[in-house]
């Protein structure tokens, strides 16, 4: 099992930029993909994107590369979640996951991920 804390998020005016971090501990959590989800006011959560530790190789969901960034940083222990020119439909509350077999078990279903984060509040005023 791995801890996860999230941190970054905030108020934020459309059209600005928000960078949120996924500080990561526990055993052998570089065997785990990682990855950004959103949860909007009354929706279901939403994949964003996930990032393995060893090749760094992102994969988004649909229409999220056009202002979203994941990354990592491995001597951090961090996973990042950039996001641009932001607007009002993505307020909601942003978790990190991690998934060990993720990647195999398709990586955009949040059934594949076994440890979760609190979240981060994201709310974007017009």
């Known amino acids: 099992q791995v801890q996860l804390v999230e941190s970054g998020g905030g108020s934020v005016q459309a059209g600005g930029s928000l960078t949120l971090s996924c500080r990561v501990s526990?055993?052998?959590?570089?065997?785990?993909?990682m990855a950004w989800f959103r949860r909007k006011p009354g929706k279901e959560r939403e994949y964003i994107a996930c990032?393995?530790?060893?090749?760094?190789?992102?994969f988004y969901g649909n229409s999220m590369e056009a202002r979203f960034t994941i990354s990592r940083d491995n001597a951090k222990n961090t996973v990042y979640l950039k996001m641009n020119n932001l607007n009002a439909e993505d307020t909601g509350v942003y978790y990190c996951?991690?998934?060990?077999?993720?990647?195999?078990?398709?990586?955009?279903?949040?059934?594949?991920?076994?440890?979760w984060g609190q979240g981060t509040q994201v709310t974007v005023s017009a």
């Open positions: 526990g055993r052998d959590f570089t065997d785990y993909a």
């Open positions: 990032i393995t530790w060893s090749s760094g190789d992102p």
């Open positions: 996951a991690a998934g060990f077999h993720a990647q195999a078990q398709g990586p955009m279903s949040p059934d594949s991920y076994d440890s």
